[in-house]
């Protein structure tokens, strides 16, 4: 069974860093394209970053400049380190990856930026 599982999230207080990391069990697949997207209270879940095997990245504008996602391909795993936080970044976010012909998710992580 693929399970995606998400760690590293909890309260910072703005301007302040974190690293997500989550990875990938049970596949018979290698990960494709890897990725995390988020969703605060109230809204719609939205992208963050994604990057594909061969390590090219893209991102959210919103996080431009401040998040940078990586991975290792030898552990599965996928990473985000977000620095200069901001109280608008606070929610749950979710990594996912590209497994054969389908996506997997983890069930999230929370992210709290205090001001």
């Known amino acids: 069974q693929v399970q995606l599982v998400e760690s590293g999230g909890g309260l910072v207080q703005a301007g302040g860093p974190l690293r997500l990391s989550c990875v990938v069990s049970?596949?018979?697949?290698?990960?494709?394209?890897m990725g995390w997207y988020r969703q605060a209270p109230g809204k719609q879940r939205e992208f963050v970053a994604r990057?594909?095997?061969?390590?090219?990245?893209n991102y959210a504008d919103s996080v431009k400049g401040r998040f940078t996602i990586s991975r290792d391909n030898t552990k599965n795993m996928v990473y985000l380190q977000m620095n200069s936080l901001k109280p608008e970044d606070t929610a749950v976010y979710y990594c996912y990856a590209s497994l054969g012909l389908m996506e997997s998710w983890g069930k999230g992580t929370l992210v709290t930026v205090s001001s």
């Open positions: 990057i594909t095997p061969d390590g090219r990245s």
């Open positions: 049970g596949s018979i697949f290698s990960p494709n394209a």
